[in-house]
């Protein structure tokens, strides 16, 4: 068996409505929250980066976990927002959590889904007895153009999982990749804000890869989506993952707790598995958990996750950091992202 042993979140206090963001450039804030079905979302603060929420959601997953810390043998970091382009976050983070130096530390690209790619390279690592466990984070502080349509959506959050095969509360049954090149969604170095090209962002990208990977692996491990408790895939708006799901055949009661999107945001790599700690809240023994991340540029990682007697021991509340939240104005928005 091998899988997450014991995982954290973190949330930032703030949150900024998407009727906020609509009042300052004259739109209907309802025909927008109709269209994205995101209501507001997350928002870091000024002194909060990807790598201070790393911390936070690090710092958690380490409380829970049933072993010494000193046996993590390797950070992973994956983010679309990296506090340096040239300085790895890896490093400075395992430095903060108090780990020795005898570790492997490496940061992740790929959009979205940075994060679930390295998840999927430490679970190679630990399956050829090569290291014992290790610390995948996935962490963004993300923003959009003012007036862009990922003003409304990008958000903040950060979500830690340690993996191994001692003492594992979600153990990964199957996994399956799926990648093209598909210009959807990119920014050069030194260009502040994202671009995204339109008429790919939908079918050929998001819907495209997804349905893929899903496909593929439900073949792999002949399972059907009546075969799950509860499903989550990737949430840049409130519409794509219930789209993809129905379209696969699963069913609105099975994705309804994990589409936490409306309330959060796209948290760009901690979306998908934003959605995962939701489920994971209420999930019992034996449930089985469908899971597909999506990355621009492109790929999706699918993943199918069966949950053991020993998350009730590592169990994290997601509700109650969900509630502790306030409102600011755009203004304030604006400065806490550094633009103003």
């Known amino acids: 068996m091998i899988g997450i042993v014991s995982y954290g979140f973190y949330l930032p206090i703030w949150r900024i409505t998407t009727k906020e963001i609509a009042s300052v450039w004259g739109k209907n804030h309802l025909e927008i929250e109709n269209s994205l079905l995101v209501k507001e979302k997350t928002v870091a603060s000024i002194d909060e ?3 201070t929420m790393a911390f936070e959601s690090s710092s958690l997953a380490l409380k829970n976990f049933p072993d010494k810390k000193e046996k993590i043998e390797f950070v992973f970091f994956g983010s679309e927002t990296p506090p340096y382009a040239v300085n790895p976050a890896s490093t400075i983070l395992a430095e903060f959590l108090g780990l020795k130096n005898n570790y492997l530390g490496s940061d992740h690209q ?24 290790g610390l995948v984070v996935a962490s963004d502080k993300a923003t959009g153009k003012p007036h862009d349509a990922l003003e409304y959506t990008a958000a903040s959050a950060s979500v830690a999982l340690i993996i191994g095969k001692k003492n594992v509360a979600l153990e990964i049954i199957d996994q399956q990749s799926f990648s093209s090149d598909t210009p959807d969604f990119w920014r050069r170095e030194g260009i502040r804000y994202p671009s995204h090209g339109g008429r790919f962002t939908g079918k050929p990208s998001y819907f495209y890869h997804i349905n893929q990977a899903s496909k593929l692996l439900l073949k792999k491990t002949n399972l059907k989506p009546k075969d799950f408790s509860y499903a989550i895939f990737h949430m ?4 794509f993952p219930q789209e993809v799901a129905f379209g696969l055949g699963f069913e609105k009661k099975q994705i309804e707790k994990g589409l936490v999107v409306s309330y959060l945001g796209n948290s ?12 994971l809240e209420v999930s019992k023994k034996d449930d089985l958990i469908f899971f ?5 540029g492109a790929g999706s990682d699918a993943f199918v996750f069966k949950v053991t007697e ?11 950091l969900v509630e502790n939240k306030k409102y600011i104005t755009y203004p304030t928005y604006l400065k806490f992202m ?3």
């Open 310 to 320: 020993n998350l009730e021991k590592v169990r994290v509340s997601f509700k109650s």
């Open 338 to 340: 550094g633009m103003i």
């Open 236 to 239: 840049p708006n409130g519409k």
């Open 49 to 51: 980066d990807s790598l």
């Open 268 to 279: 760009y790599t901690a979306s998908a598995l934003m959605g995962l700690i939701s489920v």
């Open 110 to 133: 790929f959009a979205c889904k940075a994060a679930t790619g390295a998840l999927i390279s430490g679970l190679g690592l630990i399956k050829s007895n090569l290291f014992e466990y």
């Open 292 to 296: 597909c991340s999506y990355g621009s």
